[in-house]
């Protein structure tokens, strides 16, 4: 069974703060993903990483797949309120299901 | 909005009673995943099925769960003889064609949310 760890579990900051995510597995993952969930909706994709060493940015987020695709993170720089959430980052290994990790909570203060 | 459509939104059920969830993937999707969300937990994968087929059902429940996604119409997962420990969100999620033994994005439905009294 692979696992995916996620961390950290909860993170409350100020608004202008940067923060890390981090994602991290012993298995080697063909691709993850992230997604961003809000209270009573369902997760919205906001990135998939395929190759090794992969650096995406979308605005102020940026995402790094580890070289040896078993981990991955989700840096926010500057933060605002309106970035409060839970990120969740899932992996895919053989086939096409997703394993999720616990995911982070993160509220950002004004 | 061609998004994946999943109704009810909210479901409430008694204790023995029968619960469908059905789930419409995006337009031209063909691949059908559903995930079970507990509260404050992460969300776990049930079934992956395609039309008229169950690909894998691993993270399925052997007894009262069942699912599929016919020709025609929307994907439905059935709980039979519901009981308080089903109640959790319950996520439809859809794709294209996986091609070239890569994953292709999942995209998720609102949820349904089943609460059994």
């Known amino acids: 069974t692979q696992l995916l760890e996620q961390s950290p579990q909860f993170l409350s900051i100020q608004e202008g703060e940067n923060l890390t995510v981090y994602c991290n597995s012993s298995?080697?993952?063909?691709?993850l993903q992230w997604y961003r969930q809000e209270p009573g909706e369902g997760p919205v994709l906001l990135v998939t990483?395929?190759?090794?060493?992969e650096v995406k940015k979308l605005k102020r987020l940026t995402f790094q797949f580890g070289d040896a695709r078993k981990d991955s993170s989700l840096h926010i720089t500057a933060a605002q309120p309106g970035d409060t959430g839970l990120y969740l980052c899932a992996g895919a290994w053989a086939g096409n299901m997703l394993t999720f990790g616990g995911g982070t909570r993160l509220m950002v203060k004004p | 909005n061609a998004g994946v459509m999943q109704n009810p939104r909210h479901l409430v059920r008694r204790r023995g009673q029968e619960a469908r969830l059905r789930c419409s993937p995006m337009?031209?999707?063909?691949?059908v995943y559903w995930y079970r969300q507990l509260p404050e937990e992460g969300l776990k994968f049930m079934v992956y099925l395609q039309k008229e087929n169950i690909i894998d059902e691993s993270g399925m429940p052997k007894e009262r769960f069942s699912a599929e996604f016919p020709k025609e119409g929307p994907s439905i997962l059935r709980i039979q003889q519901v009981v308080r420990g089903d109640s959790a969100a319950y996520f439809c999620?859809?794709?294209?064609?996986?091609?070239?033994?890569?994953?292709?994005?999942?995209?998720f439905g609102p949820g349904t949310r089943l609460t059994v009294t």
């Open positions: 298995s080697v993952f063909s691709s």
């Open positions: 999620a859809s794709s294209h064609l996986k091609s070239g033994g890569l994953l292709y994005e999942q995209y």
């Open positions: 990483v395929v190759t090794g060493g």
């Open positions: 337009k031209g999707h063909s691949h």
